[in-house]
């Protein structure tokens, strides 16, 4: 109970000193409570003060971003780089462009990018960054000198031993190829381990636009195991339509699973023979459409606005991702009813914490993005080795390095799991994993 008050007593203070910052709070929420046995069997923690230390960014940086659209008119934005902890390495995390950002945001998935990048064992701390910059609707000139005005502040603070930024929700092989170009003509060098998600001729790594969605597919392999279920011929439902959620399908259709229903923020399609992934490519990797124009290539699909309802329609695995907070507890009913087995978070906690009871209570088995969306960052951290070594690896290669991060990923939270009394917990398991491998560095480089 003394671990339990304490651990009150801490997030309380999170929420007095970060007031209005909601996913904040409900991501130091989650790792805390999980924490708890862990923190009973290792009171030295909490004697180290290492949980107050890691409630705090190391660093926030909050900067000004004045672009000219194609009208020759002054817009302005807001710039954000959380460095939030860098016991295990040069802070490492994407960049989000949404209008959606804000501190609260930036701060929560930094938070996450920590217990996610250690659960890599890569040689990586936790960072995450980005603006409320739309990118939907913007020409190529207005993308390119967004990002030039944004790392006109950002190469100060980044370098491939301090701080190495990637993609995110609105930044792709585009926007990582602006602001590579930027970043080395301002500072004069060519470091291609600044940034990674970059473009193969200017050393990115093969399978990294592929790495989150095929890593999910890979963590789901193990949860099925574990389960005696067979995937081929399961049934899944995908939120999102970016990146993380087309090459989820893409594997989820190489192993027999029938993927029936992806989105983007204007609605969802139902296409019950199940979704044709080249036309899914086509519309938004290649044309940049809404997911409504699928229906126009295929009749036979249903387009429904919003986004709510596509945890309504029956399947086996539902695999959310496309935002945070976007399956709620209602969703969670709608998808236990309907015979829901698996659900793996491809976004960054899209599970709200309510919902993500809900299914551990229910038997649902349910894998945390921190460890099953994992996959991006590890492939992030395999081409940032490659730049080190000035080499490039085949795809079979790096793929065959993803795939043994993921099972050993899900290992050590099912192992953590076990051993703390609540196996089939894995969102218990993967925090207590991930903070046992930060924490233990924090403590071996004494209070700084």
């Known amino acids: 109970m003394q671990t339990k008050s304490t651990i009150d007593a801490l997030y309380a203070q999170v929420i007095a000193r970060n007031p209005n910052e909601p996913e904040f709070h409900a991501a130091v929420k989650e790792v805390l409570e999980s924490l708890v046995p862990y923190l009973e069997n290792h009171p030295e923690m909490l004697e180290a003060r290492i949980l107050d230390r890691l409630v705090e960014p190391e660093r926030f940086i909050h900067f000004r971003v004045a672009w000219v659209d194609d009208h020759g008119i002054v817009r302005v934005n807001r710039g954000f780089r959380v460095q939030y902890n860098s016991a295990l390495g040069p802070y490492k995390g994407?960049?989000?462009?949404?209008?959606?950002?804000?501190?609260?945001?930036?701060?929560?998935?930094?938070?996450?990018?920590?217990?996610?990048?250690?659960?890599?064992?890569?040689?990586?701390?936790?960072?995450k960054g980005g603006s409320d910059f739309d990118p939907k609707g913007k020409s190529d000139g207005e993308i390119m000198r967004f990002c030039q005005a944004f790392m006109s502040e950002l190469y100060r603070h980044i370098g491939a031993d301090l701080d190495v930024p990637a993609g995110d929700i609105g930044v792709g092989g585009r926007e990582i190829g602006y602001l590579y170009g930027y970043y080395k003509k301002l500072a004069n060098l060519h470091t291609q381990g600044v940034l990674t998600g970059k473009g193969l001729h200017f050393g990115g790594s093969l399978v990294r636009t592929q790495a989150t969605g095929y890593g999910l597919v890979y963590f789901v392999e193990n949860m099925a195991k574990d389960r005696g279920?067979?995937?081929?011929?399961?049934?899944?439902?995908?939120?999102?339509?970016?990146?993380?959620a087309i090459y989820a399908i893409e594997k989820l259709q190489h192993l027999g699973v029938k993927v029936v229903a992806c989105s983007d923020s204007s609605g969802y399609i139902i296409d019950e023979r199940g979704i044709d992934l080249d036309l899914l490519k086509d519309l938004k990797e290649v044309r940049r459409e809404r997911i409504q124009a699928y229906t126009q290539a295929v009749p036979s699909a249903t387009f429904f606005p919003g986004c709510a309802g596509i945890w309504t329609i029956p399947c086996t695995i539902a695999l959310p991702c496309a935002t945070q907070g976007e399956l709620d507890l209602e969703a969670a009913h709608a998808l236990m009813k309907n015979g829901v087995k698996l659900v793996a978070e491809g976004a960054n906690m899209p599970t709200t914490l309510e919902a993500t009871a809900y299914f551990l209570d229910h038997d649902v088995y349910f894998g945390p993005g921190k460890a099953a969306n994992a996959g991006g960052v590890a492939t992030s951290g395999l081409e940032m080795s490659q730049n080190s070594l000035r080499l490039s690896w085949t795809f079979d290669e790096v793929d065959r390095q993803l795939k043994a991060i993921m099972n050993s990923i899900y290992a050590a939270a099912k192992s953590a799991a076990v051993t703390y009394g609540d196996p089939d917990n894995l969102v218990l398991g993967a925090n207590i994993a991930g903070f046992e491998r930060v924490a233990k560095a924090m403590m071996s480089e004494g209070v700084i």
Not at 113 to 122: D, G, I, P, R
Not at 231 to 241: D, E, F, M, R
Request: hydrophobic residues 45%; glycine residues 16%; without cysteine.
């Open 94 to 127: 994407g960049l989000r462009l949404h209008p959606s950002v804000n501190a609260s945001i930036i701060k929560f998935l930094g938070f996450e990018q920590v217990f996610k990048n250690a659960l890599t064992t890569l040689p990586m701390g936790g960072g």
């Open 229 to 244: 279920i067979d995937l081929a011929g399961q049934t899944a439902i995908v939120s999102g339509s970016g990146n993380v």
